[in-house]
């Protein structure tokens, strides 16, 4: 009969359990996973492609040449020219600035709206907040893309005023979503002491309802940018969003729709562009929303920090003591 030794000198101290942040969680994730990692390289380039495309050796996307109207792909014209002999190329990357601007502008104005209104209606109780949440029923009864249709027609079609239609309809979303989240904190232990101590409603509201309110925010906001770039493309595809001679990718499928069987490339790489990144927006949001879910967070927490059982070799298996060496036989 084999008896473990207990052995109380040599001990080592229990090891510290790891801190698993949530940002910690999504590096790791991301770099474990080639395609989520080329998802945020993609984001990344076409961010910086849109940031400094100004900079680009490019050739000027409004240069009107007959000569070489409707070029296949050459090494002159690298994605061929359209129906005015302007360059594909060059007209492919000055659309990914309107549409990230378009994305981006959507996010920040309807986010920082929704949050307001949100707040309001999550942690205040009376009159004005259901007012407030019940405007907000309203304009969810009504689709994304026929208010933004509205609008633009009312405001004109530019740039911004596509910014603000959109956003008119990504607002319910962040509103919604704020509320829900501050509705379900506002009656935590931690928002009652701070009550009770004597902090004022503001600084309860940022200091400690909008700081663990945020995390459904963030997720939201890598939906809702490529949400926005296809609205965008939509309109400016029908005509009323962002028109000529101001390039999109929506008003350039638009334009090539005409002659897609006698010059395929003028639909084809605006709409390439569109899907990959929708789609790397979507997969990099689904990183993020596995990230910020505190029970998958919790989970493999408990995961990494549990002690892993020791292996037993059946009877020839030597039997380990506390301190971790092999028991002598009795």
Same mark, same amino acid.
């Not at 949100?118 to 689709?143: E, N, Q, T």
């Given at each position: 009969m084999r008896v473990a030794a207990a052995s109380t000198g040599n001990v080592p101290p229990l090891a510290a359990p790891k801190r698993y942040t949530v940002w910690n969680r999504l590096a790791s994730s991301t770099l474990r996973q080639p395609l989520i990692l080329s998802c945020l390289v993609f984001i990344g380039l076409i961010t910086l492609i849109a940031i400094v495309v100004p900079l680009l050796p490019l050739q000027d996307p409004d240069a009107q040449s007959f000569v070489f109207r409707l070029k296949p792909p050459s090494g002159v014209h690298w994605l061929g020219t359209d129906r005015l002999g302007r360059d594909i190329f060059s007209r492919v990357f000055w659309s990914a600035r309107i549409s990230l601007f378009v994305g981006v502008g959507v996010v920040v104005l309807s986010g920082l709206a929704g949050t307001?209104? &949100?707040?309001? &209606? &999550?942690?205040?109780?009376?009159?004005?907040?259901?007012?407030?949440?019940?405007?907000?029923?309203?304009?969810?009864?009504?689709?994304? /893309?026929?208010l933004a249709l509205v609008l633009v027609t009312v405001l004109g079609n530019n740039v911004f005023t596509v910014i603000l239609a959109i956003s008119v309809g990504a607002l319910p979303r962040f509103t919604r979503i704020a509320q829900g989240s501050i509705l379900s904190i506002r009656e935590r232990g931690y928002v009652e002491a701070a009550r009770a101590l004597g902090a004022t409603n503001r600084s309860i509201m940022l200091r400690h309802v909008l700081l663990n309110a945020v995390d459904p925010l963030i997720v939201i906001s890598t939906f809702l940018i490529p949400l926005a770039i296809i609205l965008e493309a939509t309109l400016s595809f029908i005509g009323v969003g962002v028109t000529e001679p101001t390039p999109t990718w929506g008003n350039m499928i638009s334009s090539g729709q005409v002659v897609l069987v006698e010059a395929p490339?003028?639909?084809?790489?605006?709409?390439?562009?569109?899907? /990959?990144? *929708? /789609?790397?927006? #979507?997969?990099?949001?689904?990183?993020? %929303?596995?990230?910020?879910?505190?029970? *998958? *967070?919790?989970?493999?927490?408990? %995961?990494?920090?549990?002690?892993?059982? +020791?292996?037993? =070799? &059946?009877?020839?298996?030597? $039997? /380990? #003591?506390?301190? =971790? $060496?092999? +028991? $002598?036989?009795?």
């Open positions: 307001v209104l &949100g707040m309001i &209606g &999550g942690y205040f109780s009376g009159w004005f907040s259901s007012l407030i949440m019940r405007l907000i029923d309203i304009l969810l009864a009504f689709p994304p /893309l026929i490339w003028l639909t084809l790489f605006p709409a390439l562009a569109i899907g /990959l990144t *929708v /789609l790397a927006f #979507n997969l990099f949001g689904d990183a993020v %929303r596995d990230a910020l879910d505190p029970s *998958v *967070v919790d989970l493999d927490a408990s %995961r990494a920090e549990a002690p892993r059982p +020791a292996r037993t =070799g &059946g009877s020839q298996g030597a $039997e /380990l #003591n506390l301190a =971790g $060496e092999a +028991a $002598e036989p009795a």
